[in-house]
């Protein structure tokens, strides 16, 4: 059992925000320090703070993780050096929704790529995920926190995006196609995608 979880929220100083409704990011510039007490969550051991983050983000409609700091900044490097990419979303329905992937320092956006291609950068995000990196050095952790857009992506499907992405960067094989799409576009094959994913385009 977790120690006292609301309880220790409470005591670590993170911020119990009501829950997601629709579209409603924080800022993608807020800092960790915007949800909660840095420095009284600095004084707790890496699994104590992991088990109060997970804890938390189950109240609420997002996705949350807390991954090791040398795993996070590989992502990060490779994410920033291949900033772009596209993923497909299976749906319920039977359809699979291409995902336009961007990276920007600690900040990956998700969104539609027929919105991408309609409306470039100011396309609204499906999905908003920050990496919190306050406790790398000290902690050798990052927090992560992912915010969908519930009118467009469920959590699960979030958490499905989120999970590809990370996937295709610490993969070897499967960031050369990363590489490819952004360095070499005219080489790209959007069907080697789903092929490493298993995804099938077919009814």
Sequence with gaps: MLRGSINSVTRLGLSMASKNRGVRFMSAQAGLDSIADVQLLSKESPSTISQIWIERH?????ISAVIPAPYYMTMKSRALSAPNFVIPL???TGV???VYFQAKDDLFLFTSLLDFQHHGKTANPWLTVRHFTELADSK???LMRGDPSLGQVS???SQYLYNQIRL????????KLMVKFNETP???DYDEVLSELGVSTKK
């Design 186 to 188: 005219e080489e790209f």
């Design 90 to 92: 299976p749906r319920d």
């Design 140 to 142: 050798q952790i990052v």
């Design 96 to 98: 699979v929704t291409s």
């Design 58 to 62: 189950k109240q609420q409609e997002c």
């Design 155 to 157: 959590v699960v499907e």
């Design 168 to 175: 295709f960067l610490l993969d070897n094989d499967k960031f």
